[in-house]
Nanobody, 123 residues
Framework: QVQLVESGGGLVQAGGSLRLSCAAS????????MGWFRQAPGKEREFVAA????????YYADSVKGRFTISRDNAKNTVYLQMNSLNPEDTAVYYC????????????????WGQGTQVTVSS
């Protein structure tokens, strides 16, 4: 079992920045792949970014490339999402997730999810 707790959400003006954090606990962080997803009101949850254990494999949704950066600190069992140049279309609940399977081929299968953190971007 893995517990994931997101933090860092809030209200920001368009053009601003936020950094989300996701702390993992419950089992070793070693080897697990991490990702961020989001769900806007009335829309399906969508992929945002993902990162491998080593950080050597990183994936982004086209809608956030060049604006968002995913990173991780394995010593702290934490993954981050730095979000810059935010716009109202980025408003959503952001979820952290992890893939603990032995199959590391993309696309990953995310087994555990956090409760989410709200990000609201005002125009």
């Amino acid at each position: 079992q893995v517990q994931l707790v997101e933090s860092g959400g809030g209200l920001v003006q368009a053009g601003g920045s936020l950094r989300l954090s996701c702390a993992a606990s419950g089992r070793t962080f070693s080897g697990i792949r991490m990702g961020w997803f989001r769900q806007a009101p009335g829309k399906e949850r969508e992929f945002v970014a993902a990162i491998s254990w080593s950080g050597g494999k990183i994936y982004y949704a086209d809608s956030v490339k060049g604006r968002f950066t995913i990173s991780r600190d394995n010593a702290k069992n934490t993954v981050y999402l730095q979000m810059n140049s935010l716009n109202p279309e980025d408003t959503a609940v952001y979820y952290c997730a992890c893939d603990v399977s032995y199959d590391s081929s993309w696309p990953w299968t995310f087994d555990y999810w956090g409760q989410g953190t709200q990000v609201t971007v005002s125009s």
